[in-house]
């Protein structure tokens, strides 16, 4: 092998990938309301002097995080919740507040969106919005008119294109050659076509060998030309899951709820969990091991 | 045969899923989840139901169980899957929002208004989508004026029969309203012009009562049938698919399903 090819390396810290956003910027981000959420990259967010962010998600605790610590400008989505606590806290609190701009999509306009970007197609027909308060929105109010003998008039659905993806999975090696173990892998590959750049943290960062991709080529949903950089974030997901890794923190999401009481309860949990670097994270919130070992949740 | 409105609601839920064939059957919340599961076990063993995550299992799983430790998984359910199953059509879902008008149209994103809600709730989810491409029904365990709203609801998630909101007011082809469920009777679309109206009065429920707590005029059929009470072998079902009962603290004070 040529030693250009060894060379090539996608590593990146968790803090240098921040470090490649920027203020104003549309961010996408992957998994899916409790479920392999990019956790230690918003965190990082939350740490971060960025601001006036405009996120796009199937929101869990993301959204609430970034919410609660005053990044969001703008928030496109179909629905933010902890699944177990239906109603997530901190985004309630940022919409009662009335200072966030919103889109608010079907959980398919979301899809149709991001699969107009990775086209890059500036719209894709639906008839999805039809009959809802959703149209009433100036981003769906463009129509379009099928060219051929229906005539029907469709709902144009604008392309979400984003700045950057960010975007957890269990496997990656050096060049952002990556695996999604999980069951459902939701949007992510779409994520990842929309963006400008895509940033992945991996539970492990191995030799490419050990990814087994003849074996594992369902589980790779991109491929690596897509990746900019990747960090090695073990646990990165948590509270969420990454199964098969580990599972929902439903302990700790508990504690995470509880935080959106009070602007002194919230400070008190950015002291504990977010203010801190990884490895003190891991201990605050149980050890690997208690993470690890954490039962399956039931849906 | 003693029995609680919660097994009442459940075996009248049920009833949705009977004449749909082989199609995805959702029911959100635990009483129509218990209610998808036992139409499969009794009225329509074609229906296709998953475990609330990501697979499709052979029997219909109960409530709080884990789908590695007693079910035989027979399919994969993943979320693009299940889009693009739903625009396809093949699906009816049983939903709980928490308003509904006359027109059918409901809502779980907001209370008042949409930019700066007074209760901020789920966002529209996949209710948008959904009311247009397969049919729905809806579950109520609270039926007061409050959740079945006059006028229109505060946010509208998913579409009703309301002909202004379509072009040249024409609904797309494959959207259907089951019925509705609630503590106090079981509701169709069936009236004229899709009007809402009274398909059963449970136990001890008068007309009038449900009338009084919903915001809009109902249709009054000649004669209203009693809700029928569930079977001996449906509260065995039921008994089996709940196992830890956690249908009985879905209505307050779990109560008889004959008042008294």
Same mark, same amino acid.
């Given at each position: 092998m040529s030693s250009d090819i060894e060379a090539f390396d996608k590593r990146l810290s968790v803090d240098q990938i921040i470090g490649h956003l920027r203020d104003g910027m549309t961010i996408g981000i992957g998994g899916w309301a409790t479920r392999r959420k990019p956790m230690a990259l918003i965190r990082a967010i939350a740490r971060s002097n960025l601001k006036d962010l405009t996120i796009v998600s199937y929101g869990g605790p993301d959204v609430g995080m970034l919410a609660a610590a005053g990044k969001l400008k703008k928030l496109v989505f179909a629905f933010v919740s902890l699944?177990?606590?239906? #109603? *997530?806290p901190h985004f309630r609190n940022a919409r009662q507040a009335g200072s966030l701009e919103i889109l608010e999509l079907d959980e398919g306009l979301v899809h149709w969106g991001l699969r107009a970007a990775a086209m890059r197609l500036p719209f894709l027909p639906t008839r999805v919005g039809y009959g809802t308060d959703l149209v009433k929105q100036a981003e769906l109010s463009k129509r379009v008119v099928s060219p051929f003998e229906d005539a029907e008039e469709l709902i144009a659905m604008p392309a979400l294109k984003l700045d950057v993806a960010l975007l957890h999975v269990h496997r990656s090696d050096q060049r952002g050659n990556v695996l999604t173990l999980s069951p459902d892998p939701f949007f992510d590959e779409l994520f990842a076509r929309a963006a400008g750049a895509t940033f992945v943290t991996a539970e492990q960062i191995v030799p490419?060998? *050990? #990814?087994n991709i003849a074996v594992n080529s369902r589980y790779n949903l991109i491929e690596r030309a897509l990746v900019t950089g990747v960090a090695e974030a073990k646990l990165g997901a948590h509270p969420t899951s990454a199964a098969p890794d580990y599972q929902l923190d439903l302990k700790h999401l508990k504690t995470y709820v509880e935080s959106a009481a009070s602007p002194e309860a919230w400070a008190a949990y950015r002291a504990s969990f977010i203010d801190v670097p990884d490895a003190a994270y891991v201990e605050a919130v149980g050890g690997a091991d208690a993470i690890t070992a954490l039962p399956r949740a039931v849906y | 045969m003693e029995y609680s409105l919660a097994e009442l609601l459940i075996a009248a839920a049920a009833e949705s899923w009977r004449d749909d064939g082989e199609i995805m059957g959702t029911g959100i919340g635990p009483l129509p989840r218990i209610a998808v599961s036992l139409a499969k076990l009794t009225l329509n063993p074609k229906l296709a139901t998953t475990d609330g995550e990501c697979w499709y299992t052979t029997e219909p799983l109960p409530v709080g169980a884990r789908v590695d430790q007693v079910a035989e998984i027979e399919g994969w359910s993943n979320y693009d899957r299940v889009f693009s199953g739903l625009w396809g059509g093949k699906r009816h879902a049983m939903v709980a929002p928490v308003q509904i008008d006359r027109f059918g149209q409901s809502n779980i994103s907001v209370i008042g208004d949409h930019q700066k809600p007074k209760a901020a709730m789920l966002g529209a989810r996949g209710f948008p989508g959904n009311s247009i491409h397969h049919k729905n029904s809806f579950f109520f365990p609270q039926h007061t004026t409050r959740s079945f709203v006059s006028g229109e609801v505060d946010y509208v998630c998913s579409a009703g029969w309301n002909p202004a909101r379509f072009p040249g007011g024409k609904y797309p082809h494959g959207m259907a309203l089951g019925i509705i469920v609630t503590e106090l009777a079981v509701l169709d679309f $069936? $009236?004229?012009?899709h009007a809402i109206r009274v398909v059963s009065l449970h136990p001890g429920v008068t007309f009038e009562q449900v009338q009084d707590n919903t915001g809009f005029p109902l249709e009054k059929p000649e004669a209203i049938p009693t809700t029928p009470a569930p079977s001996a072998e449906q509260l065995a079902l039921i008994a089996q698919l709940d196992p830890k009962g956690v249908r009985k603290t879905v209505i307050k004070g779990d109560p008889p399903g004959i008042r008294g």
């Open positions: 699944d177990h606590y239906p #109603l *997530e490419t060998a *050990e #990814l | $069936g $009236g004229a012009d």
